[in-house]
C-alpha cells in the first residue's frame, strides 16, 4: 500500500450504531488530519494530530471520537450519530502540522439512516 | 475573517479550450495557498502551491495559477484542457494554523 488509505470506503450505519473509521498512512508523516466534505459545503476541518497528540478539534460534536495510537494510523469512533453527518471523511497526513502539502485518502463516504 | 471564495460553482469548456478557474481570499497577510483537484470517488490531490517568490507558479498535468496580491486572488490556468481534466478543483489557503481553509470547489465539465 502507497500514500493514505482508508477503510471503509462505503459506510451505511444506524443511528443508534457504533462504528469506527480507519485511515492509516504510508509516507512516514508526523501529522495526520480528519476533514469532513458534506454536499454543496467547504471541506471541514475536524481534528489535527501532530505527533500523536490532539492539537486541533475544531468544535466537533462529543459523537465524534478520534484517536490516534501511532504516528501511521488515525481512527474515527463514531456512535448514535444523526442523518445530517452522511458526508465523505477524509483523512489526510503531512510531515509536520502546518506549511506543508497535506496528501489525503479517498475518503469514507458515511451515510446515517 | 478569513475565507476563501470559489465564485464558480460549475463550469463547462469544450476540449482543447483554455481554462481559468478563479480563486479569491481574505486574509490579512499573504497566506500559504494550494489549488487541489478531487476526481470521482478520490480524495484530494495537490496541484500546486504558492509560498513565496514568483507569482507564477507551475504545477502537475500543465497547470499554473498566478498569485495577485491586489486582487487577493489566485486563479487556476490551463492553456489546453483534456477529457481528463474533469473534475473538481478546489482552492485552499494556510494561514499556520495547522489547518487549510478551503474554498467550497468547482466542478469542471469537458465536453468533447
Known amino acids: 500500500e502507497t500514500g493514505v488509505t482508508q477503510t471503509p470506503r462505503h459506510l451505511v450505519m444506524g443511528m443508534t450504531n457504533k462504528k469506527s473509521l480507519k485511515c492509516e498512512q504510508h509516507?512516514?508523516?508526523?501529522?495526520m488530519y480528519w476533514y469532513k466534505q458534506s454536499a454543496k459545503k467547504p471541506l471541514e476541518l475536524m481534528f489535527v494530530y501532530s505527533l500523536e497528540e490532539r492539537v486541533e478539534n475544531n468544535s466537533v460534536p462529543s459523537r465524534f471520537s478520534p484517536e490516534c495510537p501511532n504516528s501511521s494510523h488515525l481512527f474515527l469512533h463514531l456512535h448514535t450519530l444523526q442523518p445530517e453527518d452522511s458526508a465523505l471523511y477524509l483523512c489526510?497526513?503531512?510531515?509536520?502540522?502546518?506549511?506543508?502539502?497535506?496528501?489525503f485518502g479517498p475518503g469514507t463516504r458515511l451515510t446515517v439512516l | 475573517a478569513q475565507s476563501v471564495t470559489q465564485p464558480d460553482i460549475h463550469i463547462t469548456v469544450s476540449e482543447g479550450a483554455s481554462l481559468e478557474l478563479r480563486c479569491n481570499y481574505s486574509?490579512?497577510?499573504?497566506?500559504?495557498l494550494f489549488w487541489y483537484v478531487q476526481s470521482p470517488g478520490q480524495g484530494l490531490q495537490l496541484l500546486l502551491k504558492y509560498f513565496s517568490g514568483d507569482t507564477l507558479v507551475q504545477g502537475i498535468k500543465g497547470f499554473e495559477a498566478e498569485f495577485k496580491r491586489s486582487q487577493s486572488s489566485f486563479n487556476l490556468r490551463k492553456p489546453s484542457v483534456h477529457w481528463s481534466d474533469a473534475a473538481e478543483y478546489f482552492c485552499?489557503?494556510?494561514?499556520?494554523?495547522?489547518?487549510?481553509?478551503f474554498g467550497s470547489g468547482t466542478r469542471l465539465q469537458v465536453q468533447p
Open positions: 486574509y490579512g497577510a499573504t497566506p500559504y
Open positions: 489526510a497526513s503531512s510531515q509536520g502540522d502546518s506549511l506543508n502539502e497535506q496528501f
Open positions: 509516507l512516514g508523516h508526523n501529522a
Open positions: 485552499a489557503m494556510d494561514t499556520g494554523r495547522r489547518a487549510l481553509t
